[in-house]
């Protein structure tokens, strides 16, 4: 059975930082593309990040975190990884892991193309 297990959110200060973990069971990395949602208060979930299934493990960033924020997986303890610094209040909203098989190369920039999801951790970043 596959599932995604977020961690790490709590409440943090603005400019503070934050590692989100999605713990991956039921398969392995080496076949799925991983992106990292958002859904902010009254808002539509977001991708907001993206990493490829090659072991060279292509990244992209929305320009919202571009610089921010940094993707990552360690397939051998099967984790997907979301280091988020210099937070800003903006940034506040329920984080999702997600998965889909992946294909073509360019396919995992595609955020709507993402099927397998977590059940959220809420991140809050406020003074």
């Known amino acids: 059975q596959l599932q995604l297990v977020e961690s790490g959110g709590g409440l943090v200060q603005p400019g503070e930082s934050l590692r989100l973990t999605c713990a991956v069971s039921?398969?392995?990395?080496?076949?799925?593309?991983f992106g990292w949602f958002r859904r902010a208060p009254g808002k539509q979930r977001e991708g907001i990040a993206a990493?490829?299934?090659?072991?060279?493990?292509?990244?992209y960033y929305v320009d919202a975190v571009k610089g921010r924020f940094v993707i990552s997986k360690d397939k051998a303890k099967n984790m997907v990884y979301l280091e988020m610094n210099s937070l800003k209040p903006e940034d506040t909203a329920v984080y999702y892991c997600?998965?889909?098989?992946?294909?073509?190369?360019?396919?995992?920039?595609?955020?709507?193309?993402?099927?397998?999801w977590g059940q959220g951790t809420q991140v809050t970043v406020s003074s």
């Open positions: 990493i490829s299934s090659s072991d060279a493990g292509t990244t």
């Open positions: 997600a998965a889909q098989m992946s294909g073509s190369s360019g396919w995992f920039r595609d955020f709507g193309l993402y099927d397998r």
């Open positions: 039921g398969f392995t990395l080496d076949y799925y593309d």
